[in-house]
């Protein structure tokens, strides 16, 4: 290393590729698996970053509208220009449910909501667990790359007969550049892990949020076209819970 603390590999122009390039069969392996964790990590990364300021944008749009509709149906038509949009979602699936009829009291209309968030929130982490394991498999691998050459320093060492920089200096360097490749793979992927978990946990906060509101103007027939059976079906229900 030069006075200005900057390694002599990376001045000396293809030295650190020609080090990948002459590494063993083994940390070469590992080098790109390691790669491939990376590259598929940050590709998730990005697309969940995009599909999350997407749904952002979407979500304030589908709002404004449910804000003004009177018209489950028609709400449900709005919803189909906003696919990303947990809330439409959720609005115009059970609007087709209540025309099929499958919902026909209060309770089942509980249900149904949970059920669905769930399987909507159960998309939103598809894929998390690849980071997870990038996170948790990659120090490992950059570790296995690191005393596989090591030990190869000590074989060199051993059948030479010498422990000059010489005989040691490529097992080493191997062994280094599969813990910097491990780490380089392992951060980004625990940092995006744990960053877009916080942003699930807060859209699934606003998702049942609105689920309450949502319930609460079904059972009040806020909109024209609902059943009333529901309305009925709460009112019979709460007067036998108060019998009880």
């Not at 990364?45 to 979500?59: D, P």
């Not at 394991?133 to 296995?144: D, K, Q, Y």
């Not at 699930?200 to 024209?224: C, G, T």
């Amino acid at each position: 290393m030069d006075p200005l603390g900057i390694p002599v590999f990376l001045q000396l122009g293809e030295s650190f590729s020609d080090l990948v390039f002459n590494a063993g069969v083994l940390a070469k392996s590992i080098l790109i698996i390691l790669l491939v964790l990376s590259v598929v990590s940050w590709t998730i990364m990005v697309e969940k970053a995009r599909y999350f300021k997407r749904q952002s944008r979407q979500s304030k749009k589908f709002l404004e509208l449910y804000g003004r509709e009177r018209s489950l149906s028609e709400l449900a038509r709005s919803s189909r220009a906003l696919p990303d949009c947990p809330e439409a979602q959720l609005a115009a699936s059970i609007h087709h449910d209540i025309e099929k009829g499958e919902i026909g009291n209060y309770s089942f209309l509980d249900k149904i909501l949970e059920s669905k968030i769930i399987g909507i929130i159960s998309d939103w982490e598809s894929y998390l667990i690849f980071l997870a394991t990038t996170a948790s498999v990659s120090p490992f691998l950059g570790l296995l790359g690191t005393v596989w050459g090591i030990m190869s320093s000590f074989l060199s060492m051993g059948v030479r007969g010498s422990a000059n920089l010489y005989v040691v200096g490529p097992g080493i360097a191997e062994a280094l550049i599969t813990t910097i490749f491990g780490l380089g793979a392992a951060i980004p992927a625990v940092v995006g892990y744990n960053y877009i978990l916080r942003v699930i946990r807060r859209r699934e906060d606003k998702l049942e949020s609105f689920a309450v509101r949502f319930r609460s103007h079904l059972l009040e027939q806020r909109f024209s076209d609902v059943p009333p059976g529901l309305a009925k079906q709460r009112h019979s229900e709460d007067l036998v819970s108060r019998t009880v």
